[in-house]
Nanobody
Framework: QVQLVESGGGLVQAGGSLRVSCAAS????????MGWFRQAPGKEREFVAA????????YYADSVKGRFTISRDNAKNTMYLQMNSLKPEDTAVYYC?????????????????WGQGTQVTVSS
């Protein structure tokens, strides 16, 4: 059974940092692009960041560019999102996703695998 499991969410003050992780199990994700999405209460799920299989290319939403860093360790089948200079508007449930298509990961459509999400709350 394929699973993506997020961890590392929590409560942090504005200006602080947090790192969330996504551990993949059940299969190898060789060749898969992976990404992070988030969904705030009352809002649609939105793209946050994506990283290709080799890690050679990364993509970010404008709202997090310069503050968030996506990375992955393929030997550990794990992806990370380092979040710095957090703002209250970053509060959301953060989901990881995996798909062979970069277009799919960036759009959030027809994604092969989704995690269950981890809550990140930034207090002002």
């Amino acid at each position: 059974q394929v699973q993506l499991v997020e961890s590392g969410g929590g409560l942090v003050q504005a200006g602080g940092s947090l790192r969330v992780s996504c551990a993949a199990s059940g299969r190898t994700f060789s060749g898969y692009t992976m990404g992070w999405f988030r969904q705030a209460p009352g809002k649609e799920r939105e793209f946050v960041a994506a990283i290709t299989w080799t890690g050679g290319s990364t993509y970010y939403a404008d709202s997090v560019k310069g503050r968030f860093t996506i990375s992955r360790d393929n030997a550990k089948n794990t992806m990370y999102l380092q979040m710095n200079s957090l703002k209250p508007e970053d509060t959301a449930v953060y989901y990881c996703a995996a798909d062979r298509s970069l277009v799919a990961v960036k759009s959030g459509r027809e994604i092969d695998y989704w995690g269950q999400g981890t809550q990140v709350t930034v207090s002002s």
